[in-house]
Nanobody, 124 residues
Framework: VQLQASGGGLVQAGGSLRLVCAAS????????MGWFRQAPGKERELLSA????????SYADSVKGRFTVSRDNTKNTVYLQMNSLKPEDTAVYYC??????????????????WGQGTQVTVSS
C-alpha cells in the first residue's frame, strides 16, 4: 500500500486546513486508518483513527473538537479537517494504514503502512 499525504501548509492561528491521504491499494476499504504528527524534538503522536467504513472514529484529547477524520472508500482517500489551529499544532503530519485491523485502532504498533508526511505550520 502506498499512501500520499497532502494539504499541509502555512496558516495563521485560528485558521483551517484539510489534509488528504490518497491510497494506492484496491483493498483500502479493509484498512483502519490513522493520522499522526511529529513536532521537532517530540515523539510521534497519534491524533485520530477511523475504522474501515468511516462509521467509527477516535481522537486524542489535544485535537478533540477541532479535528475531524473521514474517509471516502470510493476514492481510496482519508481526510483530516483541522479547524481552530494553534501554533502548537505545528508538525509534520502523517497518515497510516493498518492492514491487520478494520476497527478503530489506537495502538501505533498496528499501523504498518505510512505516508511521506506533510508539513503544517501555524503562525501566531
Amino acid at each position: 500500500v502506498q499512501l500520499q499525504a497532502s494539504g499541509g501548509g502555512l496558516v495563521q492561528a485560528g485558521g483551517s486546513l484539510r489534509l488528504v491521504c490518497a491510497a494506492s491499494s484496491r483493498t483500502f476499504s479493509r484498512y483502519a486508518m490513522g493520522w499522526f504528527r511529529q513536532a521537532p524534538g517530540k515523539e510521534r503522536e497519534l491524533l485520530s483513527a477511523i475504522n474501515w467504513s468511516g462509521g467509527s472514529t477516535s481522537y486524542a484529547d489535544s485535537v478533540k473538537g477541532r479535528f475531524t477524520v473521514s474517509r471516502d472508500n470510493t476514492k481510496n482517500t482519508v481526510y483530516l479537517q483541522m479547524n481552530s489551529l494553534k501554533p502548537e499544532d505545528t508538525a509534520v503530519y502523517y497518515c497510516a494504514a493498518s492492514s491487520s485491523r478494520t476497527g478503530v485502532t489506537w495502538s501505533p504498533a498496528n499501523y504498518d503502512y505510512w505516508g511521506q508526511g506533510t508539513q503544517v505550520t501555524v503562525s501566531s
